[in-house]
């Protein structure tokens, strides 16, 4: 691959070099792709960040700290933001927000607790993330001169040709190895010390257990208030959850549909209906028969025998040997 | 309104259909008349009774078939005129002798064709040659019986021989055959100009694959235009009937040294008779064509079954072709049934005489022998259809081992005809189910079998019947096919062999194929235990059993790594006929089985067995739990090795725990994930406490990105050394999934994360579970399920599919060869089970067809039709075939995508999966004898991108078989490793690669690269792979390879030996 560098409107390209391993023994170029990080709906920080394009798969925040403040020497990083890490926690489908005016007063109490709730989480099972190839970046710089200064060393060693190399000198100590020992701390994480494991379950659950109580508490409170009419709703009995309600529901309709069965060819005209019904489903179905040949002979050609002669065409075709086959079905990409 | 009864009246047609009246009743729909009266009108509705689809499939087939008699007549009536002509303008030729003869005939380039035995020098009676008494043209051509594009159809003349060359005494020893051999050699050598002008090759060939009977056959040499074949024929009268009664004895003298004199000569006399009554058997097809309107149709349906399954009129083939069916269904108008009733009726559709002539074939039993108008003595054992009025056992050429294939094939078609849910025309007439390989459960090859018909028939009745009683109720039916010599050049001899010897093929009995011990008779029994030494020689031996009985047996050795039928073989084929050198099929499969199977080959193994009891011996443990607050209700198998199909036992197996449904559960994911986590951590002390465990359980994390999806599972090193992983079914899940599906307020990714956390939901504690199950009591139902599973799922993964196809897909696939046989009957073999799997992935157009399997026998048509519906909606859904490509459904699973979607595997994965068994099935037909079973396992790297070496060190040699695999392999093996170093890549680069992979000891992991990204195009944020400038143009950029495997080699950096890159673009 020469070095010759591709122009993207708007977008800077960095040639990085990735050293030779002991598996390619040439080395390769990447090509990170650099802007201003220019949001459709800007936040404080995107004037003093820079929105980077195709990080190799193996990018920690490390790695860009790194390639800006030691390798470019410009800017200090002050955090990184991968893509496909969501930057809200995602809300949990629960069963308390189908109704949102409900939700709006409630605030006050369960909705800390919910937060802490998200926050629990059990313990990960890799020691070191993995990046989608193509994927991009965020990084958030210090301050918007360190931001500007990094695009323009990055526009400065890509016009000069200054080698880059991936990761070079980052001090060992602070990043997991990738490889086999990546794949060895993943089988060991996968099975958690049963102590981590029993702290997050019971701290989740007592949050858990509180932000109900809260909703219920709330819930309560909410009750008792009179609506503008002046009425206050009743309540009584356990509350049935709306997922038992759906199951009561369903087997009233059942039972329903089996008390209706019951009369079934009782006046004559229902057995005559039924007939025609019979008779009318059959006409379909030869009507559909008839289009289902007409669409088998399309695709196949005639109802044919398959003989002797048309497998020893086919096998003309094919190759004599399972081991020479060859697969290049571009057509079905 | 009327009353409906007499309207019904109104309705009702005759019951076969008024005269002249297009018949198209199908037999099926007059059955189930019978049974609900109603449903004539309906099918009186629906279009005259052309509803089903069946009968639209088979007009269309007709029509295809059909000849094209018009077009024929008029392309051959020339030649057929000029030939007939030449003929009769022949001159006669004088009495002289044989030498003479021979001697005048060799000057003009020509070879008498005698039959075996030649007629010595010293005979007295003289050849001769007059102008022929009649030359007509016969046969299927001339009744347009025959079908278009089965096998070439040519044009048969018969020339009728003038009495005056024959005398009295002519039918005894080959005196006739002599003299009709001269005849036909006299006609070559006349009509040869004439022929040679119009475009024909003149040469000998022999009728029915009887080297009694020479013809003359004139081959085109241009493409397009038919054979014909001149027949000789006799006036009917000139041997009287009774002279070749099958029991007659006409071959005297000792001319053959093993037939004695007196003993019966029924081939040769038919032979003979079969020359007498060609004339009046046309005659009598032609008037039973007149007779009845479909009977036409019925003969091409006929010659289309027959021909499909490997049934020819030459002895070799069978001895039943579409002569002998055209024949049989003209005396079956006259009679056939009970008490002398007609099986068929002229007013019967041809479907309608089909069916009755296979229900007829497979219900009567012919070696009771079928008289029409005489009864005379018959050989017995081989089956009889004797027409008294021609003097002729039409069946002459079956032989006992054809009949029995012959019932046995109608006896299944039969089935698929009666069979409701499916209409079946493709197995019936479409596929050729004569593929030896797919139809025999092990194949014999033996070279040195072939002769002139009348010894070739006596040597394979003897290895008929020694191979009968030597196997004994170890084979259902044993098949002997030969291939008839075929022509010859009228300058050469009659060839003695045709070039291929004889094969066997061998349909096993599941269940008495491995038995070690035979017994024979009892000491006592004086006359028996002779012949039975006779039979086995020193192989058999006296003993005494624990009953006390004292038995002549055979004792075969178990563990020879030799099956059983072979060293039956091998001894018998030593004593009785000195053949040690044969070729047999079928046992390598097995083999192969056990060289990649951990040496496991039956369900029943003890590896299976011990993984069986340790599963019930945790469910008791685990039942009686008591520090567990919710009772248990049930704990399912859900892994391969609980339900007998894993290849190597090895690997945690999967279990699935219900408790009694609770409405303490939260009704939140997280919370729910959590309340699982603490379950497994309180399962895991109470199962350590009762001593059930060999270590401490662990709770493991799994899907830790998702918090929708099942987090947690529990290992259980059990005491037995098996390893179980449990995870929790709490069914409240799939309702909270449904319904938030339903939630209109979510983004689209969330849905799509919804959508995917139920289908996982469904698979892990659904289907998984209920396939195993079902497979459980399927395995037991089919003993050879389990090793067909199992050999197959070896295949996949030795083509590198197992990154890319479920192992319960390749069940599935497995099942329905087992549960929907069809047109065979349900496999006997490893053999059969996975090469007929094969065959029907083969035929499997899965763009368009649904794969429907039946497993707990409740594949009602309403359950296939709901099936067809669903299957239509996903093509409609997702017509490119992006998330599914191949659609599987099951009765238990009508959903049909379980194991599929999410490009389980891609289109191109599907393309290649059948393009594989494709070239498979192509290699089965090219050696049907001596395939080298390992070239269908061998895959070729060649055609991929890059190919990823791993270490070798990292897959120790693990050769050394450890009581309990299962749990000592897990730790050790790499299998997991690579596994998540497969999905790590695959997940970085799913846009730009396709990376395919074998089971655990696979040492290599092959790519694709996405041709797309190799393309140059303008970059855009979408484009998500890795890029770089493409040569050409300023703005274009491809994918960096070079970056991209270099990451690869970081990724698995100490996994890797080396990376091969292909470079297929020079």
């Known amino acids: 691959?020469?070095?010759?560098?591709?122009?993207?409107?708007?977008?800077?390209?960095?040639?990085?070099?990735?050293?030779?391993?002991?598996?390619?023994?040439?080395?390769?170029?990447?090509?990170?792709?650099?802007?201003?990080?220019?949001?459709?709906?800007?936040?404080?920080?995107?004037?003093?960040?820079?929105?980077?394009?195709?990080?190799?798969?193996?990018?920690?925040?490390?790695?860009?700290?790194?390639?800006?403040?030691?390798?470019?020497?410009?800017?200090?990083?002050?955090?990184?933001?991968?893509?496909?890490?969501?930057?809200?926690?995602?809300?949990?489908?629960?069963?308390?927000?189908?109704?949102?005016?409900?939700?709006?007063?409630?605030?006050?109490?369960?909705?800390?607790?919910?937060?802490?709730?998200?926050?629990?989480?059990?313990?990960?099972?890799?020691?070191?993330?993995?990046?989608?190839?193509?994927?991009?970046?965020?990084?958030?710089?210090?301050?918007?001169?360190?931001?500007?200064?990094?695009?323009?060393?990055?526009?400065?060693?890509?016009?000069?040709?200054?080698?880059?190399?991936?990761?070079?000198?980052?001090?060992?100590?602070?990043?997991?190895?990738?490889?086999?020992?990546?794949?060895?701390?993943?089988?060991?994480?996968?099975?958690?010390?049963?102590?981590?494991?029993?702290?997050?379950?019971?701290?989740?659950?007592?949050?858990?257990?509180?932000?109900?109580?809260?909703?219920?508490?709330?819930?309560?409170?909410?009750?008792?208030?009179?609506?503008?009419?002046?009425?206050?709703?009743?309540?009584?009995?356990?509350?049935?959850?709306?997922?038992?309600?759906?199951?009561?529901?369903?087997?009233?309709?059942?039972?329903?549909?089996?008390?209706?069965?019951?009369?079934?060819?009782?006046?004559?005209?229902?057995?005559?209906?039924?007939?025609?019904?019979?008779?009318?489903?059959?006409?379909?179905?030869?009507?559909?028969?008839?289009?289902?040949?007409?669409?088998?002979?399309?695709?196949?050609?005639?109802?044919?025998?398959?003989?002797?002669?048309?497998?020893?065409?086919?096998?003309?075709?094919?190759?004599?040997?399972?081991s020479k086959l060859v697969y290049r079905s571009m057509a079905f990409w | 309104m009327s009353d409906p009864s007499s309207k019904r009246r109104k309705l009702s047609p005759p019951p076969n259909g008024a005269p002249g009246y297009p018949t198209a009743t199908d037999q099926k729909r007059s059955a189930t008349r019978n049974k609900d009266g109603r449903s004539a009108e309906l099918a009186m509705a629906s279009g005259f009774y052309k509803s089903s689809f069946f009968k639209l499939q088979m007009d269309e087939l007709l029509e295809g078939l059909r000849p094209n008699h018009a077009s024929q007549v008029a392309k051959s009536q020339e030649s057929l005129h000029q030939i007939k002509n030449a003929i009769e303008t022949l001159p006669d030729k004088t009495p002289q002798s044989v030498f003479d003869a021979e001697k005048d005939l060799r000057a003009s380039g020509l070879a008498v064709p005698w039959p075996e035995p030649r007629p010595s020098k010293e005979v007295k009676y003289s050849m001769a040659y007059a102008k022929p008494a009649n030359i007509n043209v016969v046969g299927s051509f001339a009744l347009q019986t025959g079908a278009r594009a089965l096998e070439l159809r040519p044009i048969d003349l018969a020339v009728t021989m003038p009495n005056s060359l024959f005398q009295e005494k002519d039918y005894v020893n080959f005196r006739y055959f002599h003299k009709r051999a001269y005849y036909m050699a006299c006609l070559a050598a006349g009509i040869q100009d004439v022929a040679n002008n119009l475009g024909f090759d003149v040469k000998f060939s022999?009728?029915?694959?009887?080297?009694?009977?020479?013809?003359?056959?004139?081959?085109?040499?241009?493409?397009?235009?038919?054979?014909?074949?001149?027949?000789?024929?006799?006036?009917?009268?000139?041997?009287?009937?009774?002279?070749?009664?099958?029991?007659?004895?006409?071959?005297?003298?000792?001319?053959?040294?093993?037939?004695?004199?007196?003993?019966?000569?029924?081939?040769?006399?038919?032979?003979?008779?079969?020359?007498?009554?060609?004339?009046?058997?046309?005659?009598?097809?032609?008037?039973?064509?007149?007779?009845?309107?479909?009977?036409?149709?019925?003969?091409?349906?006929?010659?289309?079954?027959?021909?499909?399954?490997?049934?020819?009129?030459?002895?070799?083939?069978?001895?039943?072709?579409?002569?002998?069916?055209?024949?049989?269904?003209?005396?079956?108008?006259?009679?056939?049934?009970?008490?002398?009733?007609?099986?068929?009726?002229?007013?019967?559709?041809?479907?309608?005489?089909?069916?009755?002539?296979?229900?007829?074939?497979?219900?009567?039993?012919?070696?009771?022998?079928?008289?029409?108008?005489?009864?005379?003595?018959?050989?017995?054992?081989?089956?009889?259809?004797?027409?008294?009025?021609?003097?002729?056992?039409?069946?002459?050429?079956?032989?006992?081992?054809?009949?029995?294939?012959?019932?046995?094939?109608?006896?299944?078609?039969?089935?698929?005809?009666?069979?409701?849910?499916?209409?079946?025309?493709?197995?019936?007439?479409?596929?050729?189910?004569?593929?030896?390989?797919?139809?025999?459960?092990?194949?014999?090859?033996?070279?040195?079998?072939?002769?002139?018909?009348?010894?070739?028939?006596?040597?394979?009745?003897?290895?008929?019947?020694?191979?009968?009683?030597?196997?004994?109720?170890?084979?259902?039916?044993?098949?002997?096919?030969?291939?008839?010599?075929?022509?010859?050049?009228?300058?050469?001899?009659?060839?003695?062999?045709?070039?291929?010897?004889?094969?066997?093929?061998?349909?096993?009995?599941?269940?008495?194929?491995?038995?070690?011990?035979?017994?024979?008779?009892?000491?006592?029994?004086?006359?028996?235990?002779?012949?039975?030494?006779?039979?086995?020689?020193?192989?058999?031996?006296?003993?005494?059993?624990?009953?006390?009985?004292?038995?002549?047996?055979?004792?075969?050795?178990?563990?020879?790594?030799?099956?059983i039928i072979h060293q039956i073989l091998v001894y018998i084929l030593q004593r009785h006929f000195g053949i040690v050198d044969f070729g047999f099929l079928g046992d390598d499969y097995d083999e192969r089985l056990r060289a990649y199977g951990d040496n496991i080959l039956a369900y029943s193994s003890p590896a299976f067995q011990s993984a069986n009891e340790a599963f019930k011996d945790l469910e008791t443990s685990i039942r009686t739990m008591d520090e567990v607050p919710l009772e248990v209700r049930h704990l399912a198998p859900a892994s391969s090795l609980l339900r007998y199909t894993a290849v190597r036992p090895g690997g945690p197996a999967d279990v699935v725990l219900q408790f009694e449904s609770s409405s303490r559960w939260?009704?939140?994911?997280?919370?729910?994930?959590?309340?699982?986590?603490?379950?497994?951590?309180?399962?895991?002390?109470?199962?350590?406490?009762?001593?059930?465990?060999?270590?401490?359980?662990?709770?493991?994390?799994?899907?830790?990105?998702?918090?929708?999806?099942?987090?947690?599972?529990?290992?259980?090193?059990?005491?037995?050394?098996?390893?179980?992983?449990?995870?929790?079914?709490?069914?409240?899940?799939?309702?909270?999934?449904?319904?938030?599906?339903?939630?209109?307020?979510?983004?689209?990714?969330?849905?799509?994360e919804a959508a995917f956390a139920l289908f996982s939901y469904k698979k892990t504690f659904v289907q998984i579970p209920r396939l195993t199950q079902a497979l459980r009591s399927l395995c037991t139902r089919f003993p050879l399920l389990s090793p067909t599973i199992r050999l197959t799922k070896h295949w996949f993964a030795s083509h590198m599919f197992t990154a890319q196809i479920n192992e319960e897909l390749i069940e599935l696939l497995v099942i329905r060869t087992f549960t929907q046989p069809n047109p065979w009957e349900c496999p006997s073999s490893v053999m059969t089970g996975f090469l007929r799997t094969l065959h029907s992935l083969s035929r499997w157009d899965w763009q368009q067809e649904a794969f429907i399997v039946d497993l707990g026998g409740d594949l009602s048509p309403d359950v296939t039709e709901h099936i067809r519906t669903r299957f239509t909606a996903w093509r409609n859904i997702d017509p490119a075939m992006n998330s599914v490509a191949l659609f599987v459904a099951s009765d238990i699973d009508p959903e049909g995508v379980t194991w599929t979607q999410y490009e389980m595997p891609s289109k191109v994965v599907a393309g290649r999966l059948s393009s594989l068994t494709n070239a498979a099935i192509g290699l089965i037909r090219s050696k049907p004898h001596d395939l080298d079973i390992s070239e269908l396992f061998d895959t070729s790297l060649a055609p991929y991108d890059f190919v990823i070496h791993l270490r070798s060190k990292l897959f120790g040699k693990s050769t050394s078989a450890p009581k309990f695999k299962n749990l000592a392999e897990s730790r050790a093996s790499m299998g997991p490793t690579i596994k998540s170093f497969v999905c790590d890549v695959q997940s970085c680069y799913s846009q730009s690669i396709l990376l395919f992979r074998g089971d655990d000891r696979c040492p290599v992991i092959a790519g694709l690269w996405n041709p797309q990204t190799l393309k140059p195009r303008s970059w855009n944020l979408k484009t998500a792979y890795s890029t770089a400038p493409a040569p050409g143009p300023e703005d274009q950029v491809s994918i960096n390879r070079s970056a991209v495997i270099n990451e690869i080699a970081r990724l698995g950096h100490g996994l890797i030996e080396h990376i091969e890159v292909h470079d297929h673009s020079k």
């Open chain 1, 1 to 322: 691959m020469k070095a010759g560098s591709v122009e993207i409107p708007g977008y800077t390209t960095l040639p990085v070099q990735f050293p030779a391993t002991s598996l390619t023994p040439e080395p390769a170029t990447h090509y990170l792709y650099i802007r201003p990080h220019e949001p459709r709906i800007p936040d404080p920080d995107s004037t003093r960040s820079l929105f980077i394009v195709n990080v190799p798969i193996d990018t920690t925040e490390l790695h860009l700290r790194h390639l800006f403040g030691t390798q470019l020497s410009a800017g200090r990083v002050e955090r990184v933001q991968f893509e496909d890490v969501p930057t809200k926690k995602r809300t949990a489908a629960t069963s308390t927000e189908t109704n949102t005016s409900k939700k709006k007063r409630k605030r006050v109490t369960a909705d800390d607790f919910e937060q802490h709730l998200d926050a629990i989480s059990l313990p990960s099972t890799w020691d070191r993330k993995l990046q989608k190839s193509g994927a991009h970046a965020i990084v958030i710089f210090a301050d918007r001169p360190s931001m500007e200064s990094s695009l323009k060393a990055s526009t400065k060693a890509a016009k000069r040709g200054t080698s880059i190399t991936w990761g070079e000198n980052l001090p060992s100590d602070r990043l997991p190895a990738l490889g086999l020992s990546r794949y060895a701390a993943h089988e060991r994480l996968q099975y958690p010390e049963r102590g981590t494991l029993l702290r997050a379950v019971n701290e989740f659950m007592t949050t858990f257990s509180a932000v109900s109580e809260a909703r219920k508490r709330e819930d309560h409170k909410r009750y008792a208030v009179p609506d503008e009419d002046g009425f206050v709703t009743v309540q009584h009995g356990p509350k049935l959850n709306s997922v038992a309600r759906e199951d009561e529901m369903r087997e009233l309709l059942e039972k329903q549909k089996k008390k209706g069965e019951g009369l079934e060819d009782f006046y004559r005209f229902q057995s005559r209906e039924k007939r025609k019904e019979r008779q009318n489903r059959l006409l379909k179905r030869f009507d559909e028969d008839k289009k289902k040949l007409a669409d088998i002979k399309a695709r196949r050609g005639k109802i044919r025998v398959s003989t002797f002669s048309s497998i020893q065409s086919s096998l003309a075709n094919l190759s004599r040997s399972l």
């Open chain 2, 206 to 563: 022999t009728q029915d694959g009887d080297s009694l009977r020479p013809l003359v056959l004139l081959e085109p040499q241009a493409p397009g235009s038919s054979q014909i074949r001149i027949l000789a024929a006799v006036d009917p009268t000139l041997f009287p009937i009774s002279r070749t009664l099958p029991m007659k004895s006409n071959i005297r003298q000792g001319f053959s040294a093993s037939s004695e004199i007196g003993e019966p000569t029924s081939f040769y006399n038919a032979s003979l008779r079969a020359d007498a009554t060609v004339s009046l058997y046309h005659k009598s097809i032609y008037s039973a064509s007149q007779k009845c309107e479909s009977f036409k149709d019925a003969c091409i349906l006929g010659r289309t079954w027959l021909h499909q399954r490997g049934f020819r009129t030459a002895f070799q083939n069978g001895g039943f072709g579409g002569f002998e069916w055209t024949v049989l269904l003209s005396l079956l108008f006259e009679g056939g049934g009970p008490a002398g009733q007609p099986v068929l009726l002229p007013s019967y559709s041809c479907y309608q005489i089909f069916k009755a002539t296979v229900q007829f074939l497979a219900g009567r039993d012919l070696t009771t022998p079928l008289f029409f108008n005489h009864e005379v003595s018959v050989p017995s054992g081989v089956p009889v259809v004797y027409d008294g009025r021609r003097g002729l056992n039409i069946l002459y050429k079956m032989t006992s081992w054809s009949y029995a294939t012959l019932r046995h094939e109608a006896s299944t078609t039969l089935k698929m005809l009666n069979e409701s849910r499916e209409d079946n025309f493709d197995k019936v007439f479409i596929l050729k189910v004569d593929e030896p390989a797919l139809r025999f459960d092990r194949l014999i090859t033996i070279k040195s079998f072939t002769g002139e018909t009348l010894r070739a028939l006596q040597e394979q009745t003897k290895l008929y019947n020694v191979l009968t009683k030597a196997l004994g109720d170890r084979v259902n039916l044993v098949s002997i096919a030969s291939d008839p010599v075929s022509t010859w050049s009228v300058k050469s001899k009659q060839p003695k062999k045709s070039n291929e010897g004889v094969s066997v093929g061998l349909l096993l009995n599941a269940e008495n194929v491995g038995r070690v011990v035979d017994h024979g008779p009892a000491a006592e029994e004086k006359e028996d235990s002779t012949a039975f030494q006779a039979f086995w020689g020193e192989k058999s031996e006296l003993r005494r059993f624990k009953d006390g009985s004292i038995l002549e047996s055979l004792v075969w050795s178990e563990n020879s790594g030799d099956s």
């Open chain 2, 666 to 752: 939260p009704d939140d994911f997280a919370a729910i994930q959590m309340t699982k986590i603490a379950f497994l951590l309180k399962i895991g002390d109470a199962l350590e406490q009762a001593g059930a465990t060999a270590s401490p359980c662990r709770v493991g994390l799994e899907n830790e990105s998702s918090k929708i999806i099942n987090n947690a599972y529990l290992d259980i090193p059990h005491s037995s050394g098996i390893l179980f992983r449990l995870r929790i079914h709490h069914d409240r899940e799939q309702t909270l999934l449904e319904r938030s599906l339903k939630d209109r307020s979510m983004s689209p990714r969330e849905r799509e």
